[in-house]
């Protein structure tokens, strides 16, 4: 008996490997839509829009969703799920133009917030020197 192949369709599917049993969540925070889908900026899922994990919180997002959130200047480098500090784990192999632009921003940020505490101790010591 032989066997004639006529057609032939592939069929894949992905998803990220995240190499941590701790995840539990596979939602976007910002967005709510699955990290195996694409973030509303993204045409196709993939290396393009990687996921950003919270190294302190744990809260998990999208690249550009994350990007977004931090742009806002009311945002202060906070997390939007738990308003704690975000700070993200680097364990990319790439370093691309949208992750320089994160580093910027939770920089920026940080300086932003170091720059308040600063000028509410100089207050501080402005009334402590008055009442002397």
Avoid at 9 to 38: M, N, P, Y
Avoid at 46 to 66: K, T
Avoid at 77 to 103: A, H, W, Y
């Amino acid at each position: 008996m032989k066997v004639e192949i006529v057609d032939w369709q592939a069929v894949a599917s992905w998803h990220w490997d995240l190499k941590d049993d701790s995840i539990t969540d596979e939602l976007c925070g910002i967005c709510r839509v699955a990290f195996d889908g694409t973030c509303p900026n993204c045409k196709y899922p993939g290396n393009e829009c990687p996921l950003i994990l919270g190294a302190g919180c744990q809260h998990n997002f999208h690249l550009h969703c994350i990007l977004q959130w931090l742009e806002q200047d009311t945002s202060k480098g906070l997390c939007p799920m738990c308003r704690q500090v975000f700070e993200f784990r680097k364990d990319f192999n790439t370093v691309t133009k949208d992750i320089n632009s994160l580093l910027m921003l939770i920089d920026g940020h940080k300086s932003m917030r170091d720059r308040e505490v600063d000028e509410e101790f100089d207050s501080f010591d402005d009334d402590l020197r008055m009442n002397d």
